[in-house]
């Protein structure tokens, strides 16, 4: 059974920065790529970034490129986010993904995924 734990989420100012944890238990981490998803509320949820099993292949939304980075530790079996410049617009929940049926890919969508997190709040606010 895979269970995904995100943390790291906060009340940060425009401008901070936050990085983001998923840590992943159960399966083999590294038979798995991971995403990260947001939903802010009132809309859909939404692509953020996403890494394949073994880092070779990653992928930003365009909103976040240039400011977000996806990485992630095999030995750890943990997932990150690490986010600079936040912006008010970030301001969701995070949800962090996991897809073992396709692992070499860094898909952009979220029917891709089996299994996912709770999520982490993340606020952006002056």
């Known amino acids: 059974q895979v269970q995904l734990v995100e943390s790291g989420g906060g009340l940060v100012r425009p401008g901070a920065s936050l990085k983001l944890s998923c840590v992943n238990s159960g399966r083999k981490v590294i038979s798995s790529s991971a995403a990260w998803f947001r939903q802010a509320p009132g809309k859909e949820r939404e692509f953020v970034a996403a890494i394949s099993w073994n880092s070779a292949i990653t992928d930003l939304a365009d909103s976040v490129k240039g400011r977000f980075t996806i990485s992630r530790d095999n030995f750890l079996s943990t997932v990150y986010l690490q986010m600079n410049e936040l912006a008010p617009e970030d301001t969701a929940i995070y949800y962090c993904?996991?897809?073992?049926?396709?692992?070499?890919?860094?898909?952009?969508?979220?029917?891709?995924?089996?299994?996912w997190g709770r999520g982490t709040q993340v606020t952006v606010s002056s």
């Open positions: 993904a996991a897809n073992y049926k396709s692992p070499w890919r860094a898909s952009t969508s979220p029917s891709d995924y089996e299994y």
